[in-house]
């Protein structure tokens, strides 16, 4: 890459061979002007890649209907234990982005009573207080 770079900022000079332990200088104010910019898309590229993956949690959306959806549906009763793959599921979901998503419309087809029971079963409890939709998480003993 380095040597692509160097012929690219000067065709006339031709690239010399580069050692192990080698440093590559700029020459000139516009090859460090190109560094930069170069320097600057590439970190602008891993910001919006950051920022995007950041607020979508879709993948862990569709591996909870995948792995869950059995021990979280309608009726509320009988609670089944969740198996190993669900609980797995829900150690790396990020649930409060989850739980943004969650319509009164996903209130109808999940349970919430039975996604609380899921969420202690699997260890990773909610709080009390904890909204997630439009449920609220009763206190210790209710």
Known sequence: MP????????????????TPGAHITCTSNTSYIFM?????????VLAVAGTMSAGDCDGDRED???????????PAEPKIPPSAACCAVWQKADIPCLCKKVTKEVEKVWCMEKVLYV???CKRPFKPGYKCGSFTVPPLGQ
């Open 3 to 18: 040597l692509l770079i160097r012929a690219y900022i000067s065709p006339t000079i031709p690239p010399k061979k580069l």
């Open 36 to 44: 930069a910019k170069l320097l600057l898309g590439l970190l602008l």
């Open 64 to 74: 909870m209907i995948r792995e869950c959806k059995k021990y979280e549906m309608f």
């Open 119 to 121: 969420s202690n079963y």
